[in-house]
Each structure stands twice: as structure tokens, then as C-alpha cells.
């Protein structure tokens, strides 16, 4: 079967970086994003990954080894406004779209 | 970015009606649509994928005759569940993309309460 797997839950202080991992097994692999999603609300787009190697934006990094089925988002400078669930999902054969469990990240004060 | 826009937000019926739910894209033509399903504090479900013009490809388990889903143009895909019952209330998300991208944009999403 295909799977993701991520923590299930982070936290972390204001100010600190906060890595969140990601494992995957799917059948073809295309590309891994993360997104965020505050409670009550929809995802938002966080970062692609085609390649290998690290994508930053602004506070917010991401990184895809596929040798290793493997990648993380890195989140720098926490702020009481990123605690949210993140979510990676891989774009798998087929084209279609498989999201992990989620990982709920606490940032404290 | 692009803007998805989902309609209503919120909706509350009674078993044995249907409901449809409209997504939206705002400021981009969406090649194709995606609608998901979410369960609180649970993962997104891809439910169907649709492309303009085509039929949707539903997912294992999900039944089509249920939740039917049109695509009529490039800015508007409907999902309608259809003999709604209780185990149908759910968090219900539409996404969309353009040609030649894999960034998904979401709609706000809509709650639905089957009573």
C-alpha cells in the first residue's frame, strides 16, 4: 500500500526551529508538498519538492532526499500563529495526490 | 496566489435530502478540480478528481452515484451528495490547479450537518 508517515504531534517554543519529518512508500513519485491548516480552516501551499535538495521561503524551508523516500519542513523564528497541523503529501503514480496524517505543532510562549 | 472560493461554508439538512456544495476559482482557469473529505483532527481523503470537460475519476470506495461531481467549465466544479444521511456530515474541501502546475489551491471548505 502507500503510505506517509509524520509525527503526529510537535512542540515548540517562539523564537526556536521546529523540523517536521516525512517518510513516504508510494507507487511513483513525482514531487512532495506541505501545507498548513489552522483549525476550522482549509490547507494552504506551503512548499514544493521535485528535486532533491532544500527549498526556502521566507521562514519556512523545505527539503526532499528521494534516494531516502524522505523530507522534511523546517519552520525557523516560531510564532504563536504557526501552531497548526501540517500535512505533507506526495504526488504519486498516477498523478494523484496522497496526504499524510498531519502533524499538529503547539508553539509556546 | 490564486483564490478558490467554496459555497455555502456551512450547511445543515435533513437525512434523505441532497446538497450541493460549488467551488470556485476566482482568479485562474482550474484544468482540474480536486474534492476531499475530512474527518476532524484527521487527514484529508482525496474523494475525486475532475477535469473540465470529463467525467470525475472517483476514488476506491467512494461512491459515485452518491456524491456526483460536474466540471462544466474552468472556473466551477459542484459536488452534490445526494440522499444525504447522518454519516455524510463531514469537512468537505474543494482544490484546484491550472495547467502546467502542481500547487493545489484550496477553497475555505464547507461543513455539512445531516440531521
Known amino acids: 500500500g502507500q503510505s506517509l508517515e509524520q509525527p503526529s504531534e510537535v512542540t515548540a517554543v517562539e523564537g526556536a526551529i521546529v523540523q517536521i519529518n516525512c517518510t513516504y512508500q508510494?507507487?511513483?513519485?513525482?514531487?512532495l508538498s506541505w501545507y498548513q491548516q489552522h483549525d476550522g480552516g482549509a490547507p494552504t501551499f506551503l512548499s514544493y519538492?521535485?528535486?532533491?535538495g532544500l527549498e526556502e521561503t521566507g521562514r519556512f524551508s523545505s527539503f526532499l532526499s528521494r534516494s531516502d523516500s524522505y523530507g522534511y519542513l523546517l519552520l525557523q523564528e516560531l510564532q504563536m500563529k504557526d501552531s497548526a497541523s501540517y500535512f505533507c503529501?506526495?504526488?504519486?503514480?498516477?498523478?494523484?495526490?496522497?496526504f499524510g496524517a498531519g502533524t499538529r505543532l503547539f508553539v509556546k510562549a | 496566489g490564486a483564490v478558490v472560493s467554496q459555497h455555502p461554508s456551512r450547511v445543515i439538512c435533513k437525512s434523505g435530502t441532497s446538497v450541493k456544495i460549488e467551488c470556485r476559482s476566482l482568479?485562474?482557469?482550474?484544468?482540474?478540480m480536486f474534492w476531499y473529505r475530512q474527518f476532524p483532527k484527521k487527514s484529508l481523503m482525496l474523494m475525486a478528481t475532475?477535469?473540465?470537460?470529463?467525467?470525475?475519476?472517483?476514488e476506491q470506495g467512494v461512491e459515485k452515484d452518491k456524491f456526483l461531481i460536474n466540471h462544466a467549465s474552468l472556473t466551477l466544479s459542484t459536488l452534490t451528495v445526494t440522499s444525504a444521511h447522518p454519516e455524510d456530515s463531514s469537512f468537505y474541501i474543494c482544490?484546484?490547479?491550472?495547467?502546467?502546475?502542481?500547487?493545489?489551491?484550496f477553497g475555505p471548505g464547507t461543513r455539512l450537518t445531516v440531521l
Open positions: 482544490s484546484a490547479k491550472g495547467m502546467g502546475t502542481d500547487t493545489q489551491y
Open positions: 508510494t507507487s511513483g513519485f513525482y514531487g
Open positions: 519538492n521535485g528535486l532533491d
Open positions: 503529501a506526495v504526488k504519486a503514480g498516477g498523478f494523484k495526490t496522497i
Open positions: 482568479d485562474f482557469q482550474a484544468t482540474t
Open positions: 475532475s477535469n473540465e470537460g470529463s467525467k470525475a475519476t472517483y
